[in-house]
């Protein structure tokens, strides 16, 4: 049965602070990883990881993935109260299998 | 763009009752999925189409549950008879074939009584 686990499921941390997020997974027929961002309403795209090793960036956030040994990264740096949110990653494969997702809570 | 629109934003219905949610995906894309979010089981795949033909239906929880896709505009979740234990947010995505991402829908608060 196809598989995802986040990690931390909870994160509180200060303003300022960088932030590691872990997903790993075990699924059949992958395609690429998704991550999205959740606050109060529907999930916003973050990244698609297709490649291993290969990093990919947007602002103060970072993502890469590690097709070997099955799991991927979301750093976040600077972090900011506005970066609070749940943070959802995805295997996509023909199921779209969610991880539980990790609470990021960011205190001024 | 207007982006995935779903209406209702909000239903609040009697047990046994159908329900009908409505989803238009983002003109141009070519799939379609469905989502249901709660607390307790998060967010979970119902079913998806692609170019209108349902392709993977096997999160559909039971046959009280359907889905149709008339037509590349327009796409509808049906409930019948809704029980409480549908009460959930429900999710449309839309993407477009050879890109993996998903476009989220505001969703529809569904509340059974």
């Known amino acids: 049965e196809d598989k995802v686990v986040q990690s931390p499921l909870s994160l509180v941390v200060h303003e300022g602070d960088t932030v590691t997020l872990n997903c790993s997974y075990e699924v059949t027929n992958f395609r690429s990883l998704l991550w999205y961002k959740q606050e109060k309403k529907a999930p916003t795209f973050l990244f698609m990881l297709?490649?291993?090793?290969i990093e990919k960036k947007s602002g103060r956030l970072s993502s890469i993935l590690d097709k070997k040994e099955l799991f991927s990264i979301l750093n976040i740096t600077a972090t900011q109260t506005g970066d609070s949110a749940v943070y959802l990653c995805?295997?996509?494969?023909?199921?779209?299998?969610f991880g539980a997702g990790t609470r990021l809570t960011v205190k001024p | 763009d207007a982006g995935v629109i779903q209406s209702p934003r909000h239903e609040v219905t009697e047990m046994g009752q159908e329900v009908t949610l409505r989803c238009k995906p983002i003109s141009g894309h070519n799939s379609l999925f469905w989502y249901r979010q709660t607390m307790m089981r998060g967010l979970e795949l119902l079913i998806y189409f692609n170019n209108n033909v349902p392709i993977d239906d096997s999160g559909m929880p039971e046959d009280r549950f359907s889905a149709k896709m008339p037509n590349a505009s327009f796409s509808t979740l049906k409930i019948q008879p809704s029980e409480p234990r549908d009460s959930a947010v429900y999710f449309c995505?839309?993407?477009?074939?050879?890109?993996?991402?998903?476009?989220f829908g505001p969703g529809t608060r569904l509340t059974v009584l």
């Open positions: 995805a295997p996509n494969n023909n199921d779209m299998r």
């Open positions: 297709t490649s291993s090793g």
């Open positions: 995505a839309s993407s477009y074939g050879g890109t993996d991402t998903q476009y």
